[in-house]
């Protein structure tokens, strides 16, 4: 499943926040390049009290150290913002209205499916939602006409669903639709909020 058909899921006021969250990041970028400044500032000062045998050892030295603390401080703070750009991006996608759901998750059988005769093993909390009309749409929208069947075994995950034909599984629950959504785009992400990290 592409990134896109993620994101698309995510309404306006999660895009809202991700906009917010990375003007926070630019700002805490700023901040941290201009206290690196400063203190490179101060060093220098410092440093010209130093004898001069020892001075370019002892400058060198406590460049690199300024330079990894404050490459520390840089990645924890990507970190948060990351995480936090994470958690409301879940958030906004747990908190779909059922039809939206159901709508969002057709779609990822859809493409996710081969035979279009597999089981699909729910969640025991979201057992209700799939009653209804949901296996008739998803049968009616499968290329050909689907054979899909709801599993009696349940399963403890909160979100999503798993396809199992004999011995093949497609896990789509939300855990691991995510990681796998994060794995191919924290870099991208990481780029659009800090930039200058090239």
Known sequence: MSIENILNTIDKEALSNA???IGKAEAEA???RKEYADRAKELSVRLQKVSEKRADEVYRRMIVNEQLELRKSLLSKKHEILDAFYK???KKIKEMP???????VIQLILNRAISGSEEIIVS???REIFAGDFLKSLNRSFPGGGHFTI???GTDFDWGVVLKEKRRIVD???DVLFEQVTERVESEVAALLFPEDK
Do not use: M
């Open 151 to 153: 599993s009696d075994a």
């Open 19 to 21: 906009n917010r969250i």
């Open 98 to 104: 059922p039809d939206k759901y159901l709508k969002f």
């Open 30 to 32: 700023d901040k941290i």
């Open 124 to 126: 025991e909390k979201q």
């Open 88 to 90: 409301e991006a879940r």
């Open 172 to 174: 789509l629950s939300f």
